[in-house]
């Protein structure tokens, strides 16, 4: 079975400042995707960048990318130029290629200061 | 992008009263949506696989007769707490998936159900 750990509850950053959260994940397959998901105050899921992993090229999304290291199962997240909107939770998703199997990572609470 | 709603938004009602939560794709068809639980400050647990036409499927520790999940059309999944007691307060969201080019699971606002 696909595991999704996240090895930071919580995190703080300046605002203006560049953060990185850490993910590692487990599976035995070769064609999946990652995500990240934020999850501000008011609950809602939003998607903020997606990864394939037969892709070797980071995903980057504005001031969101990502290190994607697919031999060390490594998916970490890297906020640049950290705004007070991006205060929210922070999951780490798996998805197996066929759609199912829709895993995520306990979260990271992430709060920028002003 | 896609479109996901989910009503309502909240609700408040009392214990033994049984509520319907509805999944709405708008903007692409869905023949499977997931229903999901999620605790204070805890990540997303999976409840059910939603399956257009089918019955669901349910995660171990789900009770079905409990959580009765009806995904009638493409576009339309209902998950019902019945007999709800202060136990199932709780905030549940769905989500559908896109496949393609923009591969993702796309998710509701959340329901917050709260039983006196």
């Known amino acids: 079975a696909q595991t999704v750990t996240q090895s930071q509850p919580e995190m703080s950053v300046q605002e203006a400042e560049t953060v990185t959260l850490s993910c590692t994940y487990d599976t035995s397959e070769n064609n999946y995707y990652l995500f990240w998901y934020k999850q501000p105050p008011s609950r809602q899921m939003i998607l903020v960048i997606r990864q394939e992993a037969y892709k070797q090229q980071n995903a980057t999304e504005n001031r969101f990318s990502v290190n994607f290291q697919k031999a060390a199962k490594s998916f970490s997240l890297k906020i640049s130029d950290s705004q007070l909107g991006d205060t929210a939770m922070y999951f780490c998703?798996?998805?197996?290629?066929?759609?199912?199997?829709?895993?995520f990572g306990p979260g990271t609470r992430l709060s920028v200061l002003p | 992008g896609a479109v996901v709603s989910q009503h309502p938004s909240r609700v408040i009602c009392k214990s033994g009263t049984s509520v319907k939560i509805e999944c709405r794709s708008l903007?692409?068809?869905?023949?499977?949506m997931f229903w999901y639980r999620q605790f204070p400050k805890k990540s997303l647990m999976l409840m059910a696989t939603s399956n257009e036409g089918s019955k669901a499927t349910y995660e171990q520790g789900v009770e079905k007769d409990k959580f009765l999940i009806n995904h009638a059309s493409l576009t339309l999944s209902t998950l019902t707490v019945t007999s709800a007691h202060p136990e199932d307060s709780s905030f549940y969201i769905c989500s559908a998936g896109v496949q393609g080019a923009h591969v993702a699971q796309h998710f509701g606002d959340g329901t917050r159900l709260s039983i006196l």
């Open positions: 998703a798996f998805m197996g290629h066929g759609g199912q199997n829709f895993v």
């Open positions: 903007d692409f068809q869905a023949t499977t």
